[in-house]
Every structure is written in C-alpha cells, then in structure tokens.
C-alpha cells in the first residue's frame, strides 16, 4: 500500500488546516481497512491523534483535538482527510496517515504542519 499525505503548511493559532491522504496499491481494500491519523513534533514521538472505522461510522481521538479535528473518509475515491480547526502551536507535528486502528501499521511520509504567528 501506498499512502501520499497533502495539506500541510504554515497556519496562524487559531487558523484551520484540511489533511488529505490518498491511498493506493495492487490488492489493497482502502474500504475495508480502519485508517488512522499519528503525529510526530519536534523532539517528540509518535503520537496517535485519531482513528476511523472501515466505514466510517465510528471515531476517536485523543483528547487533545477532541472538539477540534475531525477524521472522515471518502472510500468511493480512497481518501481519508483530517480537518484542524482552532489550530495552536502545540499542533506543530508532521502529520501521517496510517493504515489500521491505532499507530502500528503502514504509514505514509507525511505532511508537515506548522502553527507560528
């Protein structure tokens, strides 16, 4: 599987941001796979902000961007977007998605987010 993460820049606190990442590859059943968005900040680990059911009917996320991101999919085109919103500088992280529920499986290169005035 091929994951291709797009969206990513400089973004003011309080300013919004939409995550894309498209999937692709020979055999692999994006409607059929829970998908999953982690971060990694700077000097930081991986960290697992939300993940999505097959689906789509049933979420979670991290307490930290409850309220403020949402994950959705669309499997008729194998996308799967993070919408940001109220975005802060704590938020600064390169941003992957990942095939599965939760952070251990195949994960794309990322997307790099900044929050800065």
């Known amino acids: 599987v091929q994951l291709v993460e797009s969206g990513g820049g400089l973004v003011q606190p309080g300013g919004s941001l939409r995550l894309s990442c498209s999937a692709s590859?020979?055999?692999?059943?994006?409607?059929?796979?829970?998908m999953s968005w982690l971060r990694q900040g700077p000097g930081k680990g991986l960290e697992w902000i939300a993940s999505?059911?097959?689906?789509?009917?049933?979420?979670k996320y991290i307490r930290f961007v409850e309220g403020r991101f949402t994950i959705s999919r669309d499997n008729a085109k194998n996308m799967l977007h993070l919408q940001m919103n109220n975005l802060g500088v704590d938020d600064t992280a390169t941003y992957y998605c990942a095939v599965g529920w939760g952070k251990g499986g195949t994960r794309g290169t990322g997307t790099r987010v900044t929050v800065s005035e």
């Open positions: 590859g020979w055999g692999f059943d994006f409607s059929a796979n829970a």
């Open positions: 999505l059911t097959a689906d789509g009917s049933y979420s």
